[in-house]
């Protein structure tokens, strides 16, 4: 798979029916490995690693209804007490981003009301987190660690 602009992990990875899985330590289970899915488990281990974020604080492509319109976000990360902390949404790395993510990433936080929010497609990460007085988003360099939330 491609290199991309985190740190190199060790992923659990097979082949069966000639398609390549990966582990994915949150679902428990083999995933089919597209290029959207290296991004999304190498941003948990980036959060798990270096931002020192617990695996029982992450979920994993879960449905979101919003608009009345049942949808999937990649990565929601909630904070000590169960509140929805941060919303991170992935994309193959030969995805540019582009307002649009953003409008995708804006409308799931609609729904759960996130503090930060984060589009990654692996080489490019931006980081937001939301002003609501303002209602406005504040670019971000880089997000907190788990210990400074």
């Known amino acids: 798979m491609q290199l991309l602009n985190l740190p190199t992990y060790q992923f659990e990875i097979k082949s069966s029916e000639n398609k390549q899985l990966i582990f994915d330590k949150i679902r428990k289970k083999y995933v089919v490995l597209t290029p959207e899915e290296w991004v999304r488990q190498n941003f948990v281990e980036y959060l798990m690693k270096e931002k020192k974020y617990p695996l029982s604080l992450i979920a994993v492509e879960k449905q979101v209804t919003v608009n009345k319109l049942k949808k999937r976000f990649d990565i929601l990360v909630f904070d000590k007490n169960g509140n ?37 497609n692996g080489i490019s990460h931006y980081y937001c987190k939301l002003d609501s007085k303002n209602k406005q988003y504040i670019f971000l360099e880089d997000i907190n660690s788990h210990e400074k939330q």
Do not use: G, M, W
């Open 84 to 120: 929805h902390n941060i919303i991170v949404e992935c994309k193959s790395p030969k995805i540019k981003i582009t307002q649009d993510t953003f409008d995708q990433i804006a409308r799931y936080n609609l729904t759960l009301n996130a503090k930060y929010l984060i589009v990654t």
